[in-house]
Each structure stands twice: as structure tokens, then as C-alpha cells.
């Protein structure tokens, strides 16, 4: 009777060192890999303005958009690196009033319509968000404002330098700034988005408050 015991619990010892072998050999083959592979996280900046192409320059003409920046206002792409130049324009990190911006300034005859891709990878894993920040929702600080899950704030562009159209147009502003998603030890980090999708008049001057969306994609284990 013994014996027949011993023999049972052999066999089911034997069972389940073969089967922690197979959970390892399994992790090793197919989890291993992720569970030690690391991805760094990447910011990017879409800057497309329309509108501009055709209107008539005053001698020097000047865009300014928000930046991406983290809830102290540390740049988080353009003091690194300067921002790529497209055609007819240059561009500038500027002091302003509001705080920095990315400034686009130009001296040609007619302006050109803005297009420029901007991205890199990084280290840090914060939230960001484009800069100025004018307002938020329910007066939050932006550092919490960053830690929640989205909202609509306002920031600010600005437009000066631009002879006035007779027939008054629209001047279009899509941006949209994405950050984080690195995925370290099967843990994926937040993705934080900043939008500004809207338009002003042709025959705007000066600063101009704009709405600008703002969305946190909640990270975790990456299998």
C-alpha cells in the first residue's frame, strides 16, 4: 500500500517538474524575448497650415504655433533639435509673451502653405501636451490636467505680417503632437495627444486663442 503511494506521489512530482520545464521552455521561446526587449519612447509633430499659399507678404510675415512641452514648459522635441525648414519659411523657437513658441517667419512676396514632420526618440516617460497653456478645464493646474484622462484647454497661435485679402479666406491650423508608448519589460506606457484642428480668418493679426484637444491612452502589459 506503501509502495503503490510512493509510486503516485513520484508520478505526480515527476508531472509537475515536467510541466514548470515546459512553463519555462514556453517563456524562454516566446515571453523571454518581449520581457527583456525594450522600445524607446518617440515623440512626433505633425504641423500642417493651409491657407497661407497666395496671400500677399507686408515685407516680413510671421506664424507662431504652440510646442510640445512637458507641465513645467520644457520643450520636449525643439531644444534639442531645430525644427526642419519648409519651403519659403524659416523657423525659430521665440520668446513670447504666452511663453515659447515655434515661429515661422518669411520675407518672399506671396507665403506658401506650412507642412512639416517633426519626431525623435527619447527617455523621459511624462506627460505632454502643447504649450501655451491659456486656460484649462475647471481652472486645473497643468500639471493635473496632464495626469487626467483628456479634456479640451486652450493655447494660443498667432498671426502677423500678411496684407489683408479683399476676399476674406480661412487659415487652417492641424497639428497634432503624440509622445510616449515605450514598452519596457511588457509594460506599455501612456500615449499622450495634443490636437489643435481649426481655422481662423485670413485677416487676423496678432495672438488668437484656439482650442486644443487633449487624450491619454492608458498604457499597460503589452503581451
Known amino acids: 500500500?506503501?509502495?503503490?503511494?510512493?509510486?503516485?506521489?513520484?508520478?505526480v512530482l515527476n508531472l509537475l517538474i515536467a510541466v514548470t520545464i515546459l512553463a519555462v521552455v514556453v517563456f524562454l521561446l516566446?515571453?523571454?524575448?518581449?520581457?527583456?526587449?525594450?522600445?524607446?519612447?518617440?515623440?512626433?509633430?505633425?504641423?500642417?497650415?493651409?491657407?497661407?499659399s497666395g496671400l500677399a507678404v507686408n515685407g516680413t510675415a510671421t506664424v507662431m504655433i504652440p510646442v510640445p512641452a512637458n507641465a513645467k514648459g520644457e520643450l520636449v522635441i525643439f531644444e534639442a533639435s531645430s525644427?526642419?525648414?519648409?519651403a519659403g519659411w524659416r523657423?525659430?523657437?521665440?520668446?513670447?509673451?504666452?511663453?515659447?513658441?515655434?515661429?515661422f517667419t518669411t520675407t518672399e512676396d506671396y507665403a506658401q502653405d506650412i507642412f512639416v514632420p517633426s519626431g525623435e526618440f527619447e527617455t523621459k516617460e511624462e506627460p505632454?501636451?502643447?504649450?501655451?497653456?491659456?486656460?484649462?478645464?475647471?481652472?486645473?493646474?497643468?500639471?493635473?490636467?496632464t495626469r487626467s484622462s483628456g479634456g479640451t484647454y486652450t493655447t494660443v497661435g498667432f498671426l502677423d505680417g500678411f496684407v489683408p485679402p479683399e476676399n476674406a479666406t480661412s487659415i487652417s491650423f492641424d497639428l497634432e503632437y503624440q509622445g510616449g508608448g515605450g514598452v519596457k519589460h511588457l509594460i506599455k506606457e501612456?500615449?499622450?495627444?495634443?490636437?489643435?484642428?481649426?481655422?481662423?480668418?485670413?485677416?487676423?493679426s496678432g495672438f488668437v486663442p484656439v482650442p486644443a484637444g487633449y487624450h491619454v491612452i492608458a498604457g499597460g502589459i503589452n503581451l
Open 128 to 145: 505632454r501636451l502643447l504649450v501655451p497653456v491659456l486656460a484649462t478645464p475647471d481652472n486645473a493646474s497643468v500639471a493635473e490636467f
Open 83 to 86: 525644427a526642419r525648414q519648409p
Open 30 to 52: 516566446f515571453l523571454g524575448p518581449a520581457f527583456v526587449s525594450t522600445t524607446m519612447p518617440n515623440d512626433s509633430y505633425m504641423i500642417e497650415i493651409t491657407g497661407l
Open 190 to 204: 501612456n500615449i499622450w495627444t495634443a490636437t489643435v484642428n481649426t481655422a481662423v480668418p485670413s485677416t487676423t
Open 1 to 11: 500500500m506503501g509502495g503503490r503511494r510512493n509510486n503516485a506521489k513520484k508520478t
Open 91 to 103: 523657423t525659430a523657437i521665440r520668446e513670447t509673451q504666452y511663453g515659447k513658441m515655434l515661429a
